[in-house]
């Protein structure tokens, strides 16, 4: 009997304000286990150090509107002008091989993931208080400090959001976060309705 | 901020066909975290080597009769001709203090149980395979074999059900079956029903 991994991957659905540290503990757990992470398609320009590709996908609007058109994309949104939005052909390449697959997205995109998949396991990051991540923002140094109070006002909106998470997760050290994601990980892995087929196998009646 | 015990307990249910090793896998759960074990009245008789108070509080009809009439239990159920129930009290005193419970029942119990406290995490285990189970009742040595092949039957029974629960593990090694659980109890933890209220506090907006 395969124990570890039953038919198909995972999907899980990954949100929370600009600056809490997603992307850090998204590198630690991709270290610890074979995880693959969905690159969305923006139309924004790349920040200082993204790179196309690893970040984003950076396409044009013209490029991103095509896509859409010919109903590539799993889910797509619009912030700040930009469009944001995340390929479905690969992502189901990756499930169907028994991968998970994790999508770091805007809280719009997650409910829609949500609607189309509801398998999808959706998981929502805080930092330990709200000035700690208003402390992070600033010391990352990359935004004026209109912008970083756009991302605050962001913040607090996305926060309303949370109650249509399943799962609420503290990023207070980089560590105590993927513990408990690799937890959540674990946990679904043994949801009934991932592993009902076993009693049709070796323990079939 | 108290991170890993916020609020009340988490109610456990879990079931699983006689001789599937719960017991064995509960003892290893209680060594490792703090947990509360749900010891349930039974008018059943002691098998060799029970202990009252311990496997369960053994009372005769008319004392269970009148913990019903009374309505001082949270489910009870009757099996081969016995009363099993659970008292209501003790366990909402543990799971107000913050302390887990766990309910070891037969998997009516586990239904009428959900019905109550739709909060409860809802655990089914099964052996490796179903003739493991046969081996396992045979291995014990306790019953005969009339009583084992009803065991056997009853567990037929008892496999219809698990669609209802919300996960399955699997006691092929005690070790890892009780690995399994800390990580559903884990997961649980990170419940945005169990921890939405943090966002009031240290992350009040």
């Known amino acids: ?7 198909k991957g ?5 949100s929370g304000p600009s600056g809490v540290g997603k992307s850090t503990v998204i590198a630690e757990l991709m270290s610890q286990r074979e995880l693959f992470f969905s690159v969305s398609f923006t139309t924004r320009e790349p920040r200082s150090g993204e790179v196309d590709g690893k970040n984003y996908y950076f396409i044009t609007r013209e490029e991103f509107e095509g896509m859409i058109a010919r109903g590539e994309l799993l889910e797509y949104t619009q912030y700040q002008q930009n469009y944001y939005g995340t390929s479905e052909k690969l992502l189901q390449e990756k499930l169907d091989a028994g991968i998970d697959v994790l999508l770091d997205i805007e809280v719009e995109g997650g409910e829609n993931v949500r609607k189309k998949r509801p398998d999808a396991i959706s998981i929502f990051m805080i930092p330990p208080s709200f000035e700690e991540l208003s402390r992070r923002l600033h010391a990352r140094n990359t935004d004026k400090e209109e912008v970083i109070q756009g991302r605050l006002a962001r913040a607090r909106e996305e926060y309303k959001e949370i109650p249509k998470y399943d799962y609420l997760v503290i990023n207070d050290r ?12 674990a946990a679904a892995e043994c949801r009934v309705a991932k592993r009902i087929h ?3 196998g070796d323990n079939a009646l």
């Not at 995972?10 to 990954?14: C, H, T």
């Not at 980089?174 to 990980?185: H, M, R």
């Open 174 to 185: 980089v560590s105590n976060a993927v513990t408990e994601i690799e937890a959540i990980l």
């Open 10 to 14: 995972q999907l899980i659905v990954l």
């Open 1 to 7: 009997m395969n124990r570890k991994k039953t038919g």
């Open 198 to 200: 076993i009693i049709e």
